[in-house]
Nanobody
Framework: QVQLVESGGGLVQAGGSLRLSCAVS????????MGWFRQAPGKEREFVAG???TYADSVKGRFTISRDNAKNTVYLQMNSLKPEDTAVYYC??????????????????WGQGTQVTVSS
C-alpha cells in the first residue's frame, strides 16, 4: 500500500517562505511521477507543480518542486507567498506519462494534505 505523508505547512506572512515535504512509502519511489496540488475553501483542487519543472502560471517563478530519491521524498519550496496561496496542499503520485499530469485523475495516490495559510 503506497502512502504519502505531507509536512511543513503552517502560518506565514505574505512575502515569506515555506517548504513542504512529502514522504512516500510502500512503493518504489523512482517509479512514480510526483505532483503537488492545492485546494482553497470553496474552490476545486488545482494543479500547482509536477515533474521536474512544470508549474501553474500562478506560482511560476515563486515555487520550486524537487525530489530526493534517496529519501523517497518530494519537496515544494514556496517563496514570495501571497494570501491567495492559502489552501490545503496535497502531494500525489502516479505512473509516469509523456507529459506531466496536471489533472487530479492523472494521479493514483494522495496524501492527507497540509494547511498553508498566508496572512496579509
Amino acid at each position: 500500500q503506497v502512502q504519502l505523508v505531507e509536512s511543513g505547512g503552517g502560518l506565514v506572512q505574505a512575502g515569506g517562505s515555506l517548504r513542504l515535504s512529502c514522504a512516500v512509502s510502500g512503493g518504489t519511489f523512482t517509479h512514480y511521477a510526483m505532483g503537488w496540488f492545492r485546494q482553497a475553501p470553496g474552490k476545486e483542487r488545482e494543479f500547482v507543480a509536477g515533474g521536474r519543472e512544470t508549474y501553474a502560471d500562478s506560482v511560476k517563478g515563486r515555487f520550486t518542486i524537487s525530489r530526493d530519491n534517496a529519501k523517497n521524498t518530494v519537496y515544494l519550496q514556496m517563496n514570495s507567498l501571497k494570501p491567495e496561496d492559502t489552501a490545503v496542499y496535497y502531494c500525489a503520485a502516479g505512473r509516469p506519462r509523456v507529459r506531466v499530469g496536471v489533472r487530479s485523475n492523472d494521479y493514483d495516490y494522495w496524501g492527507q494534505g497540509t494547511q498553508v495559510t498566508v496572512s496579509s
